[in-house]
Nanobody
């Protein structure tokens, strides 16, 4: 069964950090670009970051640029989103998704053409 399993969400204090994982089952992430999105109820979904299959191309939304990194954990067949200095703009349900292709361009943040999505992990930022 093909699926994404996101984990690592939870309650974080402002200024804190979190490490989100998107683990794949049923297929290997080595061949696919993976993206992270987030959504708050009542607001449009926002692209957060994208990573190409090779890891050579990575894109971040302006809202997280300089605070986020994205990497692959080949041993766990997972993609990691590390975010630091969290603020009140960062809460939401974070989803990983793929367009089932290896390349990634900056348009990957627009959310179009994604064939497969995970169930999401909730991130809350509060004291």
């Amino acid at each position: 069964q093909v699926q994404f399993v996101e984990s690592g969400g939870g309650l974080v204090q402002p200024g804190g950090s979190l490490r989100l994982s998107c683990a794949a089952a049923g297929f290997t992430l080595d061949y696919y670009a993976i993206s992270w999105f987030r959504q708050v109820p009542g607001k449009p979904r926002e692209g957060v970051s994208c990573l190409s299959s090779s890891g050579n191309a990575v894109y971040f939304a302006d809202s997280v640029k300089g605070r986020a990194t994205m990497s692959k954990d080949h041993a766990k067949n997972a993609v990691i989103l590390q975010m630091n200095s969290l603020n009140t703009e960062d809460p939401g349900i974070y989803y990983c998704a793929t367009q089932y292709r290896g390349s990634a361009t900056e348009s990957c943040l627009d959310g179009k053409g994604y064939d497969f999505w995970g169930q999401g992990t909730q991130v809350t930022v509060s004291r």
